[in-house]
């Protein structure tokens, strides 16, 4: 297992992996560096005939507060070609996660927002503490949930979706529940248990056949391919590359209401 900065592995020996995004100190907001680092970990993890099913959570009050906002920022001041480059890093990594041959358990002990909302999105299933909030707060910034998009929308549906895909408002677990982005939410107390009974089940599996069953369920739900894929590259480069951008994501750094609030 090669060495990681944003992130931590632990593999018990069951052949159960913990990712763990570990950038506490920004609410593990994904810099492109985890971007990165995720996408090399989903192949690495995938290809290991020892790991069976795959836990992703995060270190400290959050699971993950988006795309990190110094990596927007930097968006601003670059050119289009950089922009492109920046913008399918985050692509590359959530469809490395989605279609990781493994099962996929997410482990949401804190609040999601954004980017983060599709990491919990492209997890076969997500369990979250009660107290946590989420929302797709992309429209705040003057940007859209563009790259994770895709993903959100095969998770909750689009009627689902339209409650909170473009209002940027923020709801709590129960409402998460709901809308199907959580599958369960418990107390802080008891989500190590809800959890490891999402991964009981896949041990006593036949793990080629968890693999068949998985990439057969994504065949036949929401078609997510290289073209959906670039498409959303493009909307996102396009937000990017627009005033509202570069006001709302300024107006985050300057401390002030973005010019469009009333």
């Known amino acids: 297992m090669q060495s990681y ?6 593999i018990d020996p069951r052949g159960v992996a913990e990712v763990t995004l570990n950038r506490p100190e920004k609410h593990n907001a994904m810099s492109a560096e985890m971007m990165v680092e995720l996408t090399a970990a989903a192949a690495e993890l995938g290809a290991d005939p020892a790991v069976r099913v795959v836990v992703l959570t995060g270190a400290g009050k959050s699971f993950c507060a988006g795309g990190d906002l110094g990596w927007m920022k930097a ?5 289009r070609d950089t922009r492109f480059v920046e913008a399918r890093k985050l692509a590359e990594m959530l469809n490395a996660l989605n279609t ?3 099962p996929l358990i997410g482990k949401l002990q804190g609040n999601a927002f954004g980017g983060g909302v599709g990491m919990a999105s492209v997890c076969d299933v997500a369990i979250g503490v009660d107290s946590l909030t989420m929302g797709l707060t992309e429209v ?6 563009a790259t994770i998009g895709p993903y959100v929308l095969a998770r909750m549906g689009e009627a689902m979706a339209r409650r ?29 248990a809800a959890v490891e009974a999402e991964i009981a089940p896949y041990l006593k599996c036949a793990p080629e056949a968890v693999t068949r069953a998985k990439a057969l369920a994504r065949s036949l739900g929401p078609k997510i ?3 959906v894929i670039d498409h ?3 909307e996102l480069v396009a937000c990017w590359d627009g005033a509202e951008a570069k006001e709302g994501v300024g107006a985050f750094f300057d401390k002030r209401p973005p010019a469009w609030t009333t």
């Open 5 to 10: 900065s944003t992130i931590t592995i632990e």
């Open 75 to 79: 968006q601003m001041a670059a050119d």
């Open 100 to 102: 990781l041959p493994k």
């Open 140 to 145: 705040k910034l003057g940007l859209i949930p």
């Open 164 to 192: 909170v895909f473009m209002s940027a408002r923020l709801f709590g677990a129960d409402e998460a529940v709901t809308l199907g982005l959580l599958a369960k939410a418990v107390p802080a107390a008891d989500l190590d």
């Open 225 to 227: 391919d290289d073209a």
């Open 232 to 234: 959303t590259i493009n």
